[in-house]
């Protein structure tokens, strides 16, 4: 089993994600299912290391590979024995542009 490192940017993406959610006035609960639903997808992949898909461009050069949950996409890459967590954004950003 892969050991599970996320990045402090992914644990500020979920807090950004909340917050967006709660001033558009999503009720909490489903807040806490969204969030829920991104974090029991990343937990996934310690088991599942490759279960992502590699970076949809193969114009740049990258480790990257992605899930998609929902309405977001997460980043990841595999670093030996290790899958750390790097990022997550809603799809209809310009996600690209902020990872790279």
Known sequence: M???IR???YFLDLQQIATFLEETGTPGSSILRTINEIENTVQ???EYPELGN???FRIIETTYRHLIVGKYVVFYYLENEN???D???DTRMDYISLLL
Request: proline share 11%; aromatic share 12%.
């Open 54 to 56: 590699p970076f949809p």
């Open 2 to 4: 892969a050991k599970l």
């Open 87 to 89: 990022r997550v954004f």
């Open 44 to 46: 996934k992949l310690s």
């Open 7 to 9: 990045s402090s940017e």
């Open 83 to 85: 899958v750390c967590v």
